[in-house]
Structures are given as C-alpha cells and as structure tokens.
C-alpha cells in the first residue's frame, strides 16, 4: 500500500500522548498522520491516573468512551509512609467532583488511539520509524516500514516525537537523553486476584506503602484484580536478586517483609507472569526545538511514585498541539511557540521532580513534607488551605491545569465560567465545531512559574475557541 508522501504533522507513536496531541490537531482541521510500531491493544504499566487527565480527554474527544469502558473509579489514595499515614480523599481535599480511574493501559490507550482516528487523524500501526531527515536543525522527513515490510517516506511540516522509551529524536537522533541519579531504582509487578484495599480508603483508593529500601504500589483495578508493584534501589536488586531462584521468588519475599502488604495479599492469588523494568528514570536536554515537539515518555520520565506518568504524557500533549497548532496558523512566532510548551510542560515536570525527589532522599516528616509542597503552588493557594490538600491537588495533577486556568479569575465580563457558558451559546449559534469540554473553561492563563520568578511568558495563553491555539495577551 502507498501512502501521501506529504502530511501537514506526522506524530510518531501511539500511546497517550501521541494520541492526545493527534485527536486534538486532526479535530482543530490539521491533517495529521500518526505512525505506531505496533498493533493495539498492547500491554503496557502505568495505570492510575490522576484528575487532570479528565479534562484533556474531553478536550480530544475520548472522554465518552473512556467512560462507557467501565475503569475502576479513582478517588484519592492512601499513603503509609515511614512512621506517617495519610488519607487523600480527592473529594474532602480537592473538590467534590475530583475523581478518575485505574485503567488496564491495553484497553485505555487502545481507546485513546481509536479516538485519535475518529477526530481524523491517519493511524498506521505496524509502522516503525527507522530514520528522520534534517534539514539544518529541522526535521523534513521521516522513513519508516509498513506491515508489509515497504519501506515508505513521509515529508511534514512539523513533527511531534512520541515514541515512548524508544526516543526517536531524543535518544537515538541526538542523544541527549540523561538519567536521574535520583531515580536509580528497579520495579517488579505481577497481578493479584481477591486482595484487599488498606481501611478508610476513598473509592478506588491507589495504596502506597514506603519500605526501608523502596516502596510498594497495590493498585485496584476492578472485579477483585489488583496491580502490586516493588520499587527498590538498583544496587539492592543487584545485590539481592542472585540469592532468589526466580524473579517470582524474589517479587514473593519483598513482599512478604511488609506488614502491609501481607495482610493486603493474606487471601489473594497471583495470576500470570512477573515483569521488571529499570533505567527508566530520565529526561531530555531539550523538549523541543525548530519544526519539532518531544511528549511523554519520548522526553521524560520520573518515577511510578505519584502516578505522574500518563498526566504529564497527556498534559505535554495538549500544551504542545496548541503550540503546533497556531504555528501552523502563523497566528505566532514559532519560537515564542515552542519557548511556551517548552516552559509550561518543563515546569509541570520540575514539580514532581522536586517532590518525588523529597520522598526518597529528604523526607522528614509528614508536616515538613506537605508544607513544602504547599510552597510550590503559588497561584493555586487558597486563604485557609491546610498543607495537606496544596500537595493533594499538585499529586491530582490540578495544580498544572488549574494555573492554566484560574477558573475564579474575575475579568471585564465576569468568571471564566461565565465566560465558558457565553462560548458554547455563541458555537451553537454560529455552528462553530467547538473543541470544548474543559471542566475549568475555554481559557487557560499562563502567568508565573511556580518554581521561580516571574518570567515573560505571563503574557501567553491557550484558547479553545474559536480556534484551538495560542493567543498573547491583548491580542485574543
């Protein structure tokens, strides 16, 4: 079969953030081609998701059918960690609608891809990208082989890397991918059958439970199913894994030196086979650059430790198709273009960093470690907020969509909610094929980093209507 030798944005990869960014160009009428080296539904980890994952789903398109799908709902956690214990009940610290799901990653990503292609995206599975071309520093074409093993081209306008772990431009193009020393660490998991959740959980609660050399993740994934995870130092995998005759045995006994964990698993059954992976922690010198975007995985990763993984795939995504977007437009310099993704997505990703970071090497205390991510929010602080729930909404993934949004930010027309209301009237009327969905608004305000000082990006924002894009301040 042959294919367009020319497409206006080729996207290499199909997971969450390669088909958010798909679904949410193709439904803004950008011809978009998404190339996936491999055939859905496939395994893949990572399956609690945070709040702020809703949102971008309603955005792209896929929220109804993630729903319809029936994923185990997820309100909150419940965190024995050391000496402490903590309760994070979304709906108590957050809002009362704060909730999402613990999804089998096969069907969720299955679903996301499906929906790339109903908003009019071409997916090409079975396609593996083998080479991208430059001219100067930018990116022209792409080679890659079909299911029938034909070597094809693809020329772009702009490419958006997706390509997971694999790294098309960061890793194997110019290898500027670099681990975490932090995050040296390996996971072991393997599904359960008739576990139990710890007590006083909100529904759907994920359980963490810290241990001398790492911690456990016990998971909920509907029908008794349970996903139970060890995270432990590198070295002491090394160390220990000769001792066992089987990864199994070794999976067994690390579970078996928690109190907790025995009594989560007292009555369950495991079920199929163990997996493991390490050297997984890392991030790209660059997140983009001339006529190119790099998004989830294929640019960073962190840790499984606060389930950051598909909220910054999907986050990444949607920040850099509205910056892909309104370049394609010339509504916006490119570089001022990519120099907002490259802000806003660099600094959702420094705030895990920092507070993954203090779990493993700086944790105190509960009090100390809640206060100091109560400093890392800034514009989502509210008069009266304990600690607890500033570290809840930054762990739901909320704290980046609400600075993007300031839902109660009053302008010359009143709320952004208002405003949101006043929106879909005029689609309806005009017969606009609106984007929207935002549970926050149609607007989304970027005004200073949360890490840092002011910078000049305050002026920036994205905007759902008409057009799907970037807008600078004074010019919407």
Known sequence: MSYTDHVQVLVIGGGPAGSTAAALLAKSGV????????????????????????????????????????????????????????????????????WSWQVDRAAYDHIL????AEQGAEVIENATVKDVAFHGDRPVSASWVDAAGTIQHTEFDFLIDASGRAGVLSRQHFDMRR?????????????????RALPDGPEG?????????????????????????????KRCFTEERPAFPSLEAYYR?????????????????????????????YVSERFCGPGHIMVGDAVCF??????????L???????????????LRKDMEEAKALAFFDYVYRRAYSRFLVLVSRLYKQYIGMDEYFSHAHELVHEDSRAGDEAIQSFTRITTGLTDVREAGETGRRTTTGTL?????????????????????????????IWRDPLGPDTAMGGIRIVTWPEFGLVEEGRA
């Open 31 to 98: 011809e978009v081609r998404l190339l996936e080296r491999e055939t859905f539904p496939r395994y893949h980890i990572g399956e609690s998701l945070l709040a702020s994952c809703l949102p971008t789903l309603r955005l792209s398109g896929a929220f109804d059918a993630v729903q319809a799908h029936g994923f185990q709902t997820k309100r909150g956690g419940v965190f024995h960690w050391k000496d402490d214990k903590w309760l994070l009940d979304w709906s108590r610290l957050v809002d009362p609608d704060a």
């Open 113 to 116: 891809l499906r929906n790339a």
């Open 179 to 195: 681990p975490h020393e932090v995050f040296q660490n390996t996971a072991i998991w393997g599904y359960w059958d008739g576990a």
């Open 205 to 233: 609660a994920i359980n963490v439970v810290s241990a001398p050399e790492g911690w456990y993740w016990h998971i909920p994934l509907g029908k008794g199913r349970y996903s139970v995870g060890y995270v432990t130092y």
């Open 253 to 281: 006994d690390a579970l078996g030196r928690s109190a907790d964990m025995r009594w989560l698993l007292e009555n369950a059954t495991l079920t199929g086979q163990i997996r493991a992976e390490q050297d997984y922690s």
């Open 302 to 311: 962190l840790d499984p430790l606060l389930s950051t993984g598909v909220h």
């Open 313 to 327: 795939a999907q986050y990444g995504a949607l920040v850099g198709a509205a910056a892909v977007a309104t370049t």
């Open 417 to 445: 909610e208002a405003e949101a209301e006043d929106v879909r009237d005029e689609a309806a009327r005009s017969n606009v094929r609106y984007m929207g969905g935002l549970d926050m608004s149609p607007v989304w305000n």
